[in-house]
Antibody, heavy 120, light 110 residues
Framework: QITLKESGPTLVKPTQTLTLTCTFS??????????VGWIRQPPGKALEWLAG???????RYSPSLKSRLTIAKDTSKNQVFLTMTDMAPVDTAIYYC????????????WGQGTLVTVSS | QSVLTQPPSVSAAPGQKVTISCSGG????????VSWYQQLPGTAPKLLIY???KRPSGILDRFSGSKSGTSATLDITGLQTGDEADYYC???????????FGGGSKLTVL
């Protein structure tokens, strides 16, 4: 059974850097084809895909946020990290991580999400 | 502005059928599989449909998906008040090299 859980600060100040951790179980990022993605959702708004990382270290980023994002993994700890620089109030959102199974793209298991508020 | 276009809201009476559309282009829906997600109020999204028309284990056959060209649809039959939620389509965009979602459709069961 696959589970994911996001953790990190709930409040960050404008211009600061946000680092979120996704801790998962039920699969391994050392297994061929496995992947994890990050998605966010501002209050009352739509889902926005941010970044993804695969078992082989391949990384993909949203073109509109690519300059601010870094995704990384620690396979031994079953963790994926997302770093977003230069945070602004518009980045206030619930941040989710999700499991991408091997094969064609979709997200089958999602974490509960963590609300990050950007405010001075 | 989402890459995929969905109607902001849809509604139908209990027991009836509703169709939610998702429109894209050749680099996303036209050449990649579509998935659908249900987001009940205050909860994380849940996978409803993957690879255009497949249901994960535990998803009722009241939910079905289809695709034609650069558009996809989600059909929900036998509507129940518990189906009231936001529904999102998603896929990969081969030009952007990124995942993309629709803007979401809020379903109201009248």
């Amino acid at each position: 059974q696959i589970t994911l859980k996001e953790s990190g600060p709930t409040l960050v100040k404008p211009t600061q850097t946000l680092t979120l951790t996704c801790t998962f179980s039920g699969f391994s990022l050392s297994t061929t084809g496995e992947g994890v993605g990050w998605i966010r959702q501002p209050p009352g708004k739509a889902l926005e895909w941010l970044a993804g990382i695969h078992w082989n270290g391949d990384k993909r980023y949203s073109p509109s946020l690519k300059s601010r994002l870094t995704i990384a993994k620690d396979t031994s700890k079953n963790q994926v990290f997302l770093t977003m620089t230069d945070m602004a109030p518009v980045d206030t959102a619930i941040y989710y991580c999700a499991h991408r199974p091997p094969g064609f793209y979709y997200l089958d298991y999602w974490g509960q999400g963590t609300l990050v508020t950007v405010s001075s | 502005q989402s890459v995929l276009t969905q109607p902001p809201s849809v509604s139908a009476a209990p027991g009836q059928k509703v169709t939610i559309s998702c429109s894209g282009g050749s680099f996303n829906i036209g050449n990649n599989y579509v998935s659908w997600y249900q987001q009940l109020p205050g909860t994380a999204p849940k996978l409803l449909i993957y690879e255009d028309n497949k249901r994960p284990s535990g998803i009722l056959d009241r939910f079905s998906g289809s695709k034609s060209g650069t558009s996809a649809t989600l059909d929900i039959t036998g509507l129940q008040t518990g189906d009231e939620a936001d529904y999102y389509c998603g896929t990969w965009d081969s030009s952007l090299n990124a995942g993309v979602f629709g803007g979401g459709s809020k379903l109201t069961v009248l």
